[in-house]
Every structure is written in structure tokens, then in C-alpha cells.
């Protein structure tokens, strides 16, 4: 995974240059959210110390989101529209990627959400003040 200044969304499609990109019509996972907030509960919670958010393999991290109020719902990110389809469910990936076999657990309920992108446009990164 790189981290990286902007994303390209296109709509239907998904985020060009990612793996997912055009992979299958209608894509229900055609971008994916994560909140920063769990990312940073889950470190702390399971005392991991330092985490990069591109561990969890998604693509756009959220800060101060209800996520899980997306799912069904269309909503807007820096002009882009997008459909919130479902939880993105974590996997037995995640414990290997942080090196803990709690991960996934822990993740149940909270792993972001998969959206199918509406509109085409760029989603540009913008810096919070972080741990990361």
C-alpha cells in the first residue's frame, strides 16, 4: 500500500491505478473508508504501538465519521458522490498485517465501509494533526 497526495474516482469504476479498478461491473467495494479513530482504539486497545493506517488496506481515512450510518446511504467527499454499500468486513489478512492474531477479532462491527463511487472527480489528501 502507498500513501499518496490524491486518488482519481471514477464513477462505476473505482479508484484508477488500484487492483479493484474495473474488476467487476457494479463493484460493491469500488473504494473503501476507515476511521482513524478505531484504527487508533484498536493500537491502543491491543497495545501495538506504532501502526501506519495503510496496514488496513484501505483506501481513504476518515476522521470524526459514523460510518456505519453510510451504508445505503449516498453522501459527498471533496465534491465526490458515493454510495456507502456495506461494512468492510475485517479478514484474517488484517492479523497478519499488524502482526497480531487479535485483529480481526477486534475489528468485528468497526472495519470501515465499502462504497460504489457515483460521480467522477479527485479526493485530495488533506493533513490532520495525527499519532500516525
Known sequence: MLE????????????????FFDSRN????QITFFSL????AV??????????????????????ANLDRL?????????????????????YWMNRAFRDDRVERRLQGRGGLRARILTDGVLRREVIESRY
Open 4 to 19: 499518496v497526495e490524491q486518488i482519481e474516482c471514477v464513477a462505476g469504476r473505482g479508484i484508477r491505478g488500484d487492483r
Open 26 to 29: 457494479d463493484y460493491k467495494g
Open 37 to 40: 479513530e478505531v484504527l487508533e
Open 43 to 64: 493500537v491502543f486497545e491491543l497495545e501495538l504501538g506504532e501502526v501506519r493506517p495503510e496496514a488496513t488496506r484501505r483506501n481513504v481515512f476518515t476522521v470524526r
Open 71 to 91: 451504508i445505503g446511504a449516498e453522501f459527498e467527499v471533496q465534491g465526490v458522490r458515493f454510495l456507502g454499500t456495506e461494512e468492510c468486513r475485517p479478514c
